[in-house]
């Protein structure tokens, strides 16, 4: 049986899969915020089971308004993470007709913007919807991580999860296609209650540093931190503390931009009320 994202449908078990008590992620992004002077009005693009944004609206003072195309995650943060507005829309197209003072996009969300044009799309979104010197603020796989290297290619990958008492087991497979530059993920599911093997198929894209810097310049953003390490899910785990790192080869990539170029004021008829937003895509933190 094929499925679109386990994970995306059964919020509870994302959380499970993907445990952050201490809830480091929302911590660094706070210390981000802080260290380039946020203002409180923040977009959480990608926003997933709501635990990030519902930590920043509550704990560091934030007003957050969070988006995720899935419905079910979105039911899950309303829920079990109130406090933020939700809303659904789709990363590349939305409209909600006000402005923030930064966007956060974590857990490799914007990777989901798989074609030039997706990510065109995505900076537009974020040059339109934030104010003048706004920061963007996201953290995700590094591209350059893969250049002459296979360990995370070379066997596949198996993770346990228990739920209401059953057992699910992940095997996961990545692969490169150089073609389209996306790091393509293969994951089956199974369980112990003897519900049928769950087979799913998603991608990110990879993005290089140098790229990255290129494609922001292109949107009127200035690049003021790009760095591997520390991170809320790198190896150690980021600390109270700690600066950033002078380079950029590790898994996983950090990176900070201030909008330096932005949009004259939207047209009146750009102010879509919310309920207008464009219907989801498979968008969600994997």
């Known amino acids: 049986m094929t499925s679109g994202n386990l994970l995306t449908d059964t919020p509870e078990l994302y959380e499970l899969r993907f445990p952050d008590p201490d809830r480091l992620a929302a911590r660094w992004t706070e210390s981000v915020l802080r260290s380039y002077g946020a203002g409180p009005h923040v977009l959480d693009i990608g926003c997933g089971t709501g635990r990030d944004a519902a930590w920043l609206h509550h704990r560091a003072g934030r007003r957050v308004t969070g988006l995720d195309t899935s419905e079910a995650m979105l039911a899950h943060a309303r829920a079990r993470h109130p406090g933020p507005e939700y809303l659904r829309a789709d990363m590349r197209e939305f409209t909600l007709g006000r402005r923030f003072d930064a966007a956060i996009c974590l857990d490799s969300a914007l990777l989901y913007c798989h074609t030039n044009a997706d990510l065109d799309a995505f900076l537009d979104r974020c040059r339109r919807h934030l104010r003048p010197g706004g920061l963007l603020v996201a953290e995700m796989r590094n591209g350059a991580f893969f250049l002459g290297r296979t ?8 993770d346990t999860v228990i ?12 692969r490169i296609d150089r073609a389209a530059q996306l790091l393509r993920r293969s994951r089956t599911w199974t369980a ?36 591997d390490r520390p991170g809320p899910r790198t190896e150690p785990a980021w600390a109270e503390g700690d600066l950033p790192a002078d380079t950029a080869d590790a898994d996983r990539l950090h990176l900070v931009a201030r909008l330096t170029a932005p949009d004259a004021l939207m047209a009146p008829n750009d102010l879509t009320a919310p309920d207008a937003l464009m219907a989801p895509n498979e968008t969600s933190r994997p």
């Open 151 to 158: 360990e995370l290619l070379d066997a596949p990958r198996t």
């Open 163 to 174: 739920r209401g008492g059953v057992t699910h087991t992940s095997r996961t497979t990545l």
């Open 192 to 227: 112990d209650d003897g519900s049928p093997p769950i087979e799913q198929r998603s991608a990110w894209r990879l993005l290089f540093p140098q790229e990255l810097r290129h494609l922001l310049a292109a949107h009127g953003f200035e690049v003021l931190a790009l760095y």
